[in-house]
Each structure stands twice: as C-alpha cells, then as structure tokens.
C-alpha cells in the first residue's frame, strides 16, 4: 500500500481555496476614501498648481495653520476606525508575552495542515490562519492587533496571505509571530 505525499509548500502559493472559502480579501481604504489625500481638485485645474498666498500679515497663531483649499470644510476629514487597545496590549507587551510564553496553543511538533483542518480553527478562542505558507495559532495576538481583533478574526480558519499583504505588506509577520507558528500549510 503506498502512502500519497503531500508536499509541503513554504513559499506563499500554497493550496488555492475555492471562490466561496476566500473571504473578503478587500483591504481598508486607506487613505480614508474622503480625506484630504484623495480629495480631488477641480476638473479642469492643474494638478500641480503652487498653494495660494495670502499677502495680508499673519497674526499670532494664524500663521501656522495650513492655508484652507477653495471648497474645503472646516472639519477635519473622517479617517480610519481607530481601535483601542486595552491596557497591556501594547507593542512592547506582546513581546514581553512572547518570549516568556509558550504560543503554540498546545502543539509541540510543526504539524502539516490542510485547508479542511485550518478551518476547525476559526474562533475567537482557537484561532489559525495561513501566511505565505506557514499556519499561526493567531488567538494569542487577538488583543494584541492594531487594527482590533474583528480585521484579524477575519483571516482566521483560512489562508490570509492575500489580505495581509494587501493591508500591510511592509510588515514583517514572522517577527512578530514567530513563537505561535504551528505548522505548513499544505494541499488536502
């Protein structure tokens, strides 16, 4: 009898799910869709147009605000939902956490995990997901996230490489996860 080998892919592309397990991988706008970054200037105008200056004398505080574009409101533009993070959630915590913590959440060999087992793990109290290849238990670093737990929770049980390099491809997720990876990402 021979055993089929699944091979075991490190390099991001692992098992491509159907259409109905991908998810939302559409990131947050960012810049806000209505901030000041993407707020559009007047058909017709010159994008690269110099500011205009007020020739009248600046007086006390007056002359640190930036000048106000024609059409512009005086409230600040809406951004992105900021989320507040509990008391000992910081940065510095979560790796203070890490290096005296065992993450893991109870496995103590790299396992080798299918898309039918990752999404077992898809609560906020088991918590996986797939990044470029390798399986996290995420639940640990729920409270943790920048963006709150809600945005992470929506990569759990799946593969999240697609959204989180589209929301934050500069970050550097093995340093920050490291410690609660579980195992590789593989085919069924």
Known sequence: MSAQKTPIVIDGTGPTPSAQEEGDDTPPAFPALNSAQRHASPQGASTLRPPATSRLAPTGMSS?????????????????????????????????????????????????????????????????????????????????????????????????????FNTHAWVNIDAIIDTAMVGIYVQE
């Not at 996986?128 to 670093?141: D, R």
């Open 64 to 164: 640190l605000r930036m000048p106000m574009a024609a059409g512009a409101s005086l409230n600040p533009p809406a951004g992105r939902k900021k989320v507040v993070l509990e008391p000992g959630c910081s940065p510095l915590d979560w790796a203070r956490l890490k290096s005296t913590t065992d993450l893991r959440g109870g496995v103590t060999t790299l396992l080798r995990v299918t898309p039918s087992e990752l999404k077992k793990h898809n609560t906020k109290e088991d918590a996986w997901t797939a990044l470029q290849g390798k399986v996290y238990n995420i639940t640990p670093y729920l409270r943790f996230h920048p963006g709150g737990q809600d945005t992470l929770m929506r990569v759990a049980g799946r593969d999240g490489t697609r959204l989180f």
